[in-house]
DNA sequence: GGTAGTTCGGGTCGACAGGACCATAACCTT
DNA sequence: AAGGTTATGGTCCTGTCGACCCGAACTACC
């Protein structure tokens, strides 16, 4: 290549502040389950630009701390929840013009949470809601920035998550029968499972779930009480449940 | 672009401006095969910090472009390949002090090219290598930065990439045989397949591998000639072959 | 109390995928 | 021509997974 390009190069390259500076902010999309339907938590803007638009909630990153750090802080801030094991960085966003007031890259991260209800009243934000998801993807929204590109990857990211990890038991409390736990696969992947398939696969893999002995209430429906079990720790092993290629349909 | 907010917490919240200044790079992890082995492409720093040491090839993304095209563009002036549709992002890196001058957040993308060893020459790098992962994995090699990490990450996100797309077709030239497909799950899972088997599953996956009709020159010692295939449209499908979980062994 | 309805959980069966392995065809070298 | 090598088709067997059935245990209602 020419010398010319080489010395600009070799002197831009090397010397960051030479170069137009960006603003780094993390945004954190938390999803849950609420009635047996996915939820994103958004927070509504009380500043321009956006003013009154949906958005994720989000923040800057300080230089002293990690961006996994960043995430967790702002997720603690708006939430109050600690839940730094369930956060994953899943994608970065830095199209210019995104933020119309400077540069700005943001790096995206998705928190699995459980009960968010309650915690979003003590949270500092104006005002913040549960949306489902079906909501968003069907357009009738309309959130801030490039927001909704972030919370499409979102999801497209924990339906994959599902499948080759242990995030499901994030979805669910402390104690859950496998029919709550069933209800998150159903629900993040739009299918419907087979219960007696679903146990199978669930407790052969060993350490997964864990049998608590106890059993759990019966529903106003009645039926049989179902078992109580509890998260194991076998979170890396891959999920013991393939997402299946086509909707299943019980008779 | 010029607000000037008066509320403290507004602007501590929402402007930009008000917040410590971060670089942004993108560097580019390029992965291909030589020799029947995984290898990626590292450069020589030419100056301070880290000088002497080897890095992976990145630079400063513009404030007019996307951090896709600003990985595109680098992957093109450092090794002059087109490959857009080869580039992957991975992740982002952003730890206090991984650049010992300032605060830089960078956004790390995967490339897997064929032949690279051509075009290294036409790069305005100082000095390029192909070195094999295992050099690397084996902590015989220190690179500049946190690059070691995002090596490690990019390798194994190559690894389930393999799994879930048909990202193998890369590594390969337009036109290939199955042995040569072959050889690049081996390589990269660190497996052995049977050619019978793969070839089933391959060939069964429509529209995965189209036959051209045409048959590659046996190698020097010989043996039936081999089918040539060129890939096909289908990449989303998921790839055709599974990772098993332990190596198998041919007698 | 009895019966219907509901949920849970164990069992069976068949389809299918995947791995191991053999056989054959088509090339090389000697 | 003989033996080695590679590609590719075929067979066999096993494990997995979905579909489905049935009994167990509970509620609700008559």
New binding site residues.
Partial sequence: MKTKTGDARAAAGYDPSQYPPFAVTVDVVILTMSEGELHVLLVRRGQAPFEGTWAIPGGFKLPGETLDEAAKRELAEETGVDAASLLTQFGAYGDPGRDPRMNVVTVAYLAVLRDVGAVVAGSDAAEASLVPVSELLNGKLELAFDHMRIVRDAIERVRVELEVSGVATAFVGTTF????L?AVYEAVWGV??????????V??DEGWVIPTGR??????????????FRAGGAWKHGG?????K?I????
Same sequence: chains 1, 2.
């Fill in positions: 029968t496998l029919a709550e069933r419907e499972l087979d219960g007696a398939n679903f146990r199978r696969s407790v052969a059993l759990a209430e019966p529903g106003a429906a009645g039926g049989k009480p179902a078992e109580l013991p449940i393939r997402r299946p086509r299943q349909k019980r008779k």
